[in-house]
């Protein structure tokens, strides 16, 4: 027989037989039962200042490693706290379970003390979510839980776990087989369509690789890279795909879209085929979707069947995962040449010397003075330090372009932003995750003055645990993206995005314990992100940038990506 | 022109909701919806007749066979299908109208179902179109009150229903260590 036991231990037991090592939380009056059996279970639980950072910070450990990150909340401010970081999840596809607490299943339906509706609040926010109001559900639900996080196109998944269930008692029988009848994952690709698709690559005179996200999260970068090489294609990667293929790589034409790069967006224009490997033609990419890749045709490659022709219609889909698909496509591609007799493809020679005359002809690079810091300046010398190789964060804004543009990432799982959503006060929490999950590694946050300042409670938590962080805040004085679209698009009536009132760095980490400094001057840039490397802790380093600096290239909203503006001198394409 | 969507899902708490929900997230209307459950009790099934374009009605069935609870969304307008609703009614009637009621109701095929001296209660079922007709010529013999069912439909054809087997604890383990790196 086995032993009986309550519901919050049967739970810790679950997320045990998981691996989990870490969870993200808070706790209240309804989980109370489970953080007693907490107490003294070797699970760590990292106490977060706020919900949505717990959900944030899951996010940071699961896209460093990708392991499912876990969050916890108590019902009602608790659970309504996290659905801001599931979204952020759920637009990312991001693996993570969160658990949270509801009111006793008596009391549901009573407007309760700290009730809310969090099934039905979470329900689009989600992969998919779970109430659970039978204890004897409990251990299969939690099982499932992770295993729809993680797998086929990984998501969030919620918990929500009645008090009466954390406080009953139950015997206890492991769960070993789970049964999701409606749940299809697609994972081999069909064999006929991957060697078509392979004699499409061949045939193609100007043939792009176009990839996203779905490399990172599948892991599918080596595989990725055998591709790249096979069919010597000029590569992208997008927002959310970089690092998929090192940035050091020759084939990589850097990042495309509105704030892509100029040879990126041309070569997208100009390519006969794009070969689109887990990508989701998103409108920051594509711009005005009736001129993108106008003369391409399309192989889309997505482990969700519901992205294939979504947007932009596949001339060849192929569902299922990149990890398995992509070395069955490139042996294709390797047979269908060697039996043709190898030939030369002076096409592509062509094709390879257009796309480099565009890098040459606009190529990202810094930009430099000697009387301010330039924005670009602090992403070229943190790029200096790091060498491709440090983990980077950051919120939604210019400074996110700028990492994104001007920062190498030589490897997947390297570069943490919140792509779909662009959740401002992502970047700190997610940072807290991503270094509890890798402590030897170097992290930077790098955050505007408007994200840092909504992220200010975890300042604590870095401090509590010896987080390591290197907090770099790109600080313009403004809402800076949202003031450079008020500049262009607006007649520069710059409306609340002012954002005065920045406190004093040293002041502020002083009162948590760390050190803070700001700097301001180009002379000081190298010797103060030293010393917040050399420095034994968390550090906080404002850097105040020119003010006004916008970020190019740029696709004005309903332009065609080939149209970018490419800096304050040009007038803009779009009346 | 309505188009009806079938829909074959876990009889389960939220199930209705996670397919509404793809439906009103988009702004569409649902013009009517039923849901019962099958021959198997653990399994229901939904109609759902909407007015969607081609391409968003594509995009949307995708999403509901997304859904973990969703065992197969079928679009029942692209192949043949038969669509049948039920309507009830209550009509008054005086008593020079009674035999003409009747008459009528036996031309469409309703049943009478109850009857009392104020009037009664019909029953027909029969494509929507048919049924408008029904009700618009009640109308005439006085003051009706009308529930409809919304569509059921069946399709003619048989669709191969592929369901996921259940994932031992190895498996399960396999993908999320695949996913994990090392």
Redesign the interface.
């Known amino acids: 027989m086995s032993e009986l036991m309550s519901g919050a231990k049967i739970l810790l037991e679950c997320l045990a037989r ?2 989990v090592e870490v969870i993200f939380g808070y706790p209240g009056g309804v989980t109370l039962p489970f953080y007693d059996a907490l107490y003294d279970h070797p699970i760590r639980h990292v106490l977060v200042r706020h919900e949505q950072n717990a959900a944030f910070a899951a996010q940071g450990y699961s896209r460093s ?4 990150g876990v969050c916890c909340a108590t019902s009602g401010p608790g659970a309504t706290n996290l659905v801001t970081g599931l979204v952020d999840a759920m637009m990312d596809s991001i ?1 993570i379970v969160a658990l949270t607490g509801q009111v006793s299943t008596k009391l549901i339906g009573t407007d309760a003390f700290q009730e809310a509706d969090t ?2 609040i979470t ?2 926010a989600t ?3 779970y ?1 659970v109001k039978n204890i004897k559900d409990l251990p299969s639900v939690i ?1 499932e839980a ?3 996080a ?2 086929g196109r ?1 998501g969030p998944v919620l918990v929500d776990v009645t008090k009466d269930v954390f406080m009953g008692n139950c015997q206890y029988e492991p ?11 697609y994972t081999e690709g069909h064999t006929g369509q991957i060697r078509r698709a392979a004699q499409m690559i061949l045939e193609a005179e100007r043939p792009m690789i176009y990839a996203g996200g779905g490399i990172v ?1 599948g ?1 599918a970068h080596d595989e990725l890279r055998e591709l790249v090489e096979a069919v010597d294609a000029p590569t992208v990667c997008t927002l959310m795909g970089l690092g998929g293929l090192p940035c050091e790589h020759p084939n990589f034409i850097s990042m495309p879209g509105m704030h892509g790069s100029y040879a990126a967006n041309m070569a997208m224009s100009g390519a006969d085929l794009l070969i689109a490997l887990g990508v989701r033609f998103d409108d920051r990419v594509t711009g005005r979707l009736a001129a993108f890749a106008p003369h391409a045709k399309i192989i889309h490659v997505d482990i ?3 992205e294939i ?2 947007i932009r219609n596949a001339d060849l889909p192929i569902v299922g995962d990149l ?1 398995r698909i992509l070395p069955k496509l490139t042996a294709n591609v390797r047979e269908i040449r060697s039996e043709a007799g190898s030939p030369d493809r002076p096409e592509l020679k062509g094709w390879w010397k257009q796309v480099r005359a565009w890098k040459e002809e606009n190529p990202l690079v810094p930009v430099y003075s000697t009387t301010e810091i330039k924005p670009q300046h602090l992403m070229a010398e943190i790029d200096r330090i790091s060498g491709g190789k440090a983990i980077v964060t950051s919120d939604v804004g210019q400074h996110q372009m700028w990492a994104a543009q001007l920062i190498r990432y030589n490897a997947p ?1 390297l570069w943490i932003n919140s792509g779909g959503l662009g959740s401002m006060g992502f970047g700190l929490p997610s940072a807290i995750g991503a270094q509890f999950a890798n402590p030897d590694q170097l992290v930077f946050s790098i955050v505007g003055d408007g994200g840092f300042q909504m992220s200010l409670p975890e300042l604590a938590t870095l401090m509590n645990y010896g987080l390591p962080v290197k907090i770099i805040v790109m600080n313009n004085g403004y809402l800076g993206m949202v003031r450079q679209w008020q500049e262009l698009f607006y007649n520069n009536r710059l409306s609340s995005v002012t954002l005065d009132s920045f406190p004093d760095p040293s002041l502020l980490a002083g009162a948590y314990g760390f050190k803070g400094r700001t700097i301001e001057h180009p002379s000081e840039l190298a010797g103060a992100l030293k010393e917040a490397i050399d420095y034994n802790g968390p550090y906080l380093l404002n850097v105040k940038v020119t003010p006004t600096e916008n970020v190019y290239p740029m696709v004005p909203s309903g332009g065609a990506i080939n149209e970018m503006v490419l800096g304050p001198v040009q007038p803009s394409p779009v009346a | 022109m309505l188009q009806i969507i079938s829909l074959l ?2 009889n389960k ?2 199930a209705l ?2 397919v509404t ?1 793809l439906l009103t ?1 988009r702004g569409y209307n649902i013009d009517s919806l039923t849901v019962a459950r099958t021959l198997d009790a653990g399994l229901s099934r939904m109609t759902i007749a909407v007015d969607i374009e081609p391409q968003g009605r ?2 949307l069935i ?2 509901m ?8 969304a079928t679009d029942l307008s692209e192949g043949p299908a038969v669509t049948r609703e039920m309507v009830l009614m209550r009509v008054r009637a005086s008593q020079e109208s009674r035999a003409a009621i009747l008459k009528e109701s036996e031309i469409f095929g309703a049943r009478v179902v109850d009857s009392t001296l104020e009037g009664f209660a019909l029953e027909a079922t029969g494509d929507a179109e048919k049924l408008d007709e029904f009700v618009n010529i009640m109308q005439s013999y006085g003051e009706i009150e009308v529930t409809r069912s919304g569509a059921v439909a069946v399709s003619l054809e048989s669709k191969k229903l ?8 190895g498996e ?1 383990m396999l ?2 260590e ?4 090392a």
């Open positions: 998981e691996g490693t990708g392991r499912v693996p099934f039905g329900r689009s992969k998919h979510n109430l099982h992770f295993y729809i993680a797998s990984p769960v070993n087989s789970i049964h999701l009848p409606g749940y299809k994952v999260l892991n969700d069947p519901a022709s979504k990890k799982r | 899902m876990e708490a939220g909701m996670r929900g997230a594509r995009q995708k999403q066979n997304k859904l973990i609870n969703v065992l197969q592929r369901l996921s087997p259940p994932i031992p604890r399960i993908v999320e695949k996913n994990g790196v």
